[in-house]
Nanobody, 121 residues
Framework: QVQLVESGGGLVQAGGSLRLSCAAS????????MYWFRQAPGKEREIVGWISRSAVTTYYADSVKGRFTISRDNAKNTVYLQMNSLKPEDTAVYYC??????????????WGQGTQVTVSS
């Protein structure tokens, strides 16, 4: 089992920045690809991006590319989502997720409880 706990959400004005953290426990953190997803009210959950086990590879959805950065600290068992130039359309509950599969998956096995990000215009 892997337990994931997100933090860092909140209310920010458009153009501002937030950094989300996701602390993992339970298994060897570096064995897991880490994901960030988000779900806005009335919309389907969508992937924000992911980072490989060794942090060599990252992927970002087009909607956040150039504004968001995913990083991880395997010594601290933590993955981060740095969000810059935030827009009202970034408002959503943000979830981190983890999976030990080598292949990227749209349905990671382990999920955090989510943290709310609200961007005001």
């Amino acid at each position: 089992q892997v337990q994931l706990v997100e933090s860092g959400g909140g209310l920010v004005q458009a153009g501002g920045s937030l950094r989300l953290s996701c602390a993992a426990s339970g298994r060897t953190f570096s064995d897991y690809t880490m994901y960030w997803f988000r779900q806005a009210p009335g919309k389907e959950r969508e992937i924000v991006g992911w980072i490989s086990r060794s942090a060599v590879t990252t992927y970002y959805a087009d909607s956040v590319k150039g504004r968001f950065t995913i990083s991880r600290d395997n010594a601290k068992n933590t993955v981060y989502l740095q969000m810059n130039s935030l827009k009202p359309e970034d408002t959503a509950v943000y979830y981190c997720a983890a999976d030990s599969l080598y292949q990227v998956t749209s349905t990671p096995r382990y999920w955090g409880q989510g943290t709310q990000v609200t961007v005001s215009s």
